[in-house]
């Protein structure tokens, strides 16, 4: 029998307007918003591919949740709703709401850290770092070295480098290390997943030490979907028990509500641990709003409650959506464009070193090709290398990452399988005269983030 294609397991019933701009509009627009793709006018953008951060399409029960906001300011049913939700989707008895991810690593670094600990992760994340070095600490790098590499093909980039943590808490001692931050679907990494197998020793070696282990849990859904198709003994399982039993290996977990719960706004921070949860609800309260409504409306918790339980009811949401990105990558491998492979969950990630090779990293090759790519045509992507990974704060020089990337990021439900060949030939029409493009120097640089709002000019 034939094999039948997938297609999207949803039909679109509301559009947004796209608008198309000329070359000369757009060279400049780049030039007003200082070559920083995050400064230009969603308006300017005829597809954007900047996040898939609070980008996503809600569903018709979502909106319809939206309309059973109950806007109390205390102790809301939606509230109620969220937390059940949390604990049948990720398992965690104790939630505490917060406006986004960031609000979550916040709080939990103010509670964790002391002025001189370590936090290993596998890999930084920008906001995840530096909400833990104002916390007094330092981050500690313990991914694995392929990760590092955007042409290895190790089908779990993610993981944790045993032998790594074990000379950190060897060196520091484990008094030192409050927790480790095991991201799933390591984003700065390309997307790339961390195995059962893999958080199960991490866990063996904390419990040793009594370090805890703390989940971003932002994409474990998409994390789910690579164990149920590379990890033995996982293809039958669901991706909701996938997550169930990822998260069981932690502590803990922040979560930006953003991507894998589809909402355009929300996050939270949820736990097992009694003693975590009321120092949490202590916080929340003084930065952002009283524990059951954590800077959120009712209606934005009835929207990632039933997000959440949305992502994880079938397999089919997660597998088309990895399936785009696919789509996309591997319009570009056939083309011979240099990419992270294994390609990742959420996004494509541009090699922007092997791409323009001739720019060093100094003149920031990936901030240069994303605003090029937009140029190039409309299409908005996000610099993911040494604008993004900042600057050493003892040094004062730079950062010098190894990857240097662009992520074109997929939001969830918005554009088909059309706009992704729209973008795979601006990236293939660049890539033929990639000869051309020159550098970037950053003449407009915040102290923290960078990335979102420094500003450059032309070599
Ligand atoms: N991620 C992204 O585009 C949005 C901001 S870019 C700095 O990928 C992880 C793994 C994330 C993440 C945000 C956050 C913070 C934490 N962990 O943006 O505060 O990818 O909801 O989440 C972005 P919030």
Redesign the pocket.
């Known amino acids: 029998m034939s094999k039948r294609p997938i297609a999207e397991p949803y039909k679109i019933k509301m559009i947004q307007v796209l608008r198309q701009t000329t070359k000369e509009e757009r060279q400049r627009t780049i030039a007003t918003a200082g070559y920083n793709t995050f400064l230009l006018h969603s308006a300017d953008v005829y597809i954007d591919l ?5 980008t996503s399409a809600m569903s018709d029960d979502q909106w319809a949740g939206m309309m059973l906001g109950d806007e109390a300011y205390a102790g809301s049913v939606n509230f109620d709703n969220l937390i059940a939700a949390v604990t049948e989707v990720y398992g965690y008895r104790y939630t505490v709401p917060t406006h ?4 979550a ?1 916040h709080i939990l670094s103010q509670i964790l850290i002391k002025d001189g600990d370590y936090i290993p992760g596998n890999m930084y ?4 770092k530096l909400h833990q070095e104002l916390a007094g600490g330092t981050f500690v790098d313990v991914i694995i070295d392929e990760a590092h590499d955007p042409q290895s093909t190790h089908p779990f980039k993610g993981n944790v480098d045993l032998a790594k943590l074990q000379q950190l808490i060897d060196e520091v001692g484990p008094e030192k290390i409050p927790y480790i931050c095991i ?1 799933t679907n390591v ?1 700065m990494a390309g997307g790339q997943p961390v195995s059962l197998d893999n958080l199960r020793k991490v866990r063996d070696l904390c419990n040793q030490y009594g370090i805890k282990v703390i989940l ?1 849990s ?2 474990t859904v998409e994390n789910a979907f690579f164990i149920q198709e590379r990890e033995a003994g996982n293809k039958n399982r669901s991706i909701k028990e996938i997550v169930r039993e990822i998260c069981s290996y932690t502590d803990g977990a ?1 979560v ?4 894998d719960c589809l909402v355009n706004i929300g ?1 939270f921070l949820a736990t097992d641990d009694e003693w975590l949860f009321e120092e949490a609800k202590k916080l929340v309260v003084i930065y952002e709003g009283l524990h059951t409504y954590g800077g959120l409306a009712g209606r934005d918790m009835e929207a990632m409650a039933r997000g959440m339980r949305e992502a994880v009811a079938t397999d089919d949401g997660v597998t088309w959506r990895i399936n785009q990105t696919r789509y996309l990558g591997e319009q570009l491998l056939a083309a011979d464009i240099p990419i992270v492979v294994p390609i990742g969950g959420h996004a494509v990630y541009l090699d922007a070193k092997r791409f323009l090779p001739h720019i060093p990293q100094d003149q920031f090759p990936a901030q240069t090709l994303a605003a090029a790519l937009y140029v190039e045509c409309g299409v908005r992507a ?1 610099e993911r290398g040494i604008v993004s990974a900042g600057r050493n704060k003892e040094t004062g020089d730079h950062n010098y990452p190894q990857l240097e990337l662009v992520r074109l ?1 997929i939001p969830r439900r918005v554009y088909t399988n059309s706009h992704m060949d729209v973008v795979a030939q601006g990236v293939i029409d660049l890539y033929a005269r990639r000869a051309e493009i020159s550098g970037l120097k950053m003449v407009y640089e915040p102290e923290d ?1 960078r ?2 709002q420094a500003r450059f000019e032309p070599c």
């Open positions: 900047l996040t898939d951060s609070g986004q991810g960031r609000g690593e994340f920008t906001t995840t991201e984003n971003d932002t994409r922040t930006s509500g953003k991507k996050g996000m990021t983030l990335f979102f």
